[in-house]
């Protein structure tokens, strides 16, 4: 019980720390699109990259906070943070993942989980 209740909290870290620098990330490009001549086409791998380092992080985060098993806290935080996804497009917008996005998904997966062992290490270390 007090295990699953460290965990929980831990993904939540972690949830929160991937919304907060998707809606940063989010509202700089937005404006950088609005203002400036960039073209969204432009900037596609850049976004994705800095996706997969939000992912890193928030995973980074949920493995500090769990202090342990940071790939698994590392890959509930992952495959939570892509339901909210896909429940966002599937019922705001009426679609289902394509294979590019289970694609993207996996990669934020294995992300997530290199950055619970990452977060997990480091706070171990500390620790010592």
Same mark, same amino acid.
């Given at each position: 019980?007090?295990?699953? @209740? @460290?965990? *929980? /909290?831990?993904?939540?870290?972690? =949830?929160?720390?991937?919304?907060?620098?998707? =809606?940063?990330?989010?509202?700089? &490009?937005?404006?950088?699109? @609005? &203002?400036? !001549?960039? /073209?969204? !086409? !432009?900037?596609?791998?850049?976004?994705?990259?800095? !996706?997969?380092?939000?992912?890193?992080?928030? *995973? #980074?985060?949920?493995?500090?906070?769990?202090?342990? /098993?940071?790939?698994?806290?590392?890959?509930?935080?992952?495959?939570?943070?892509?339901?909210?996804?896909?429940? &966002? /497009? #599937?019922?705001?917008?009426?679609?289902? #993942?394509?294979?590019?996005?289970?694609?993207?998904?996996?990669? #934020?997966?294995?992300?997530?989980?290199?950055?619970?062992? &990452?977060?997990?290490?480091?706070?171990?270390?500390?620790? @010592?």
């Amino acid at each position: 019980m007090l295990e699953t @209740k @460290k965990w *929980g /909290k831990a993904v939540l870290y972690g =949830l929160v720390t991937i919304f907060i620098m998707a =809606l940063a990330t989010s509202l700089v &490009f937005s404006l950088l699109l @609005k &203002f400036t !001549s960039l /073209k969204e !086409s !432009s900037i596609t791998w850049l976004l994705v990259g800095l !996706s997969v380092l939000a992912l890193f992080i928030g *995973g #980074f985060v949920a493995g500090g906070n769990g202090k342990e /098993k940071g790939w698994l806290v590392g890959g509930i935080t992952a495959l939570l943070y892509s339901l909210i996804i896909f429940l &966002f /497009k #599937f019922l705001g917008y009426g679609q289902i #993942f394509n294979m590019e996005d289970f694609m993207y998904h996996g990669g #934020f997966l294995l992300a997530a989980m290199i950055g619970g062992v &990452f977060g997990v290490n480091m706070t171990s270390s500390r620790a @010592k």
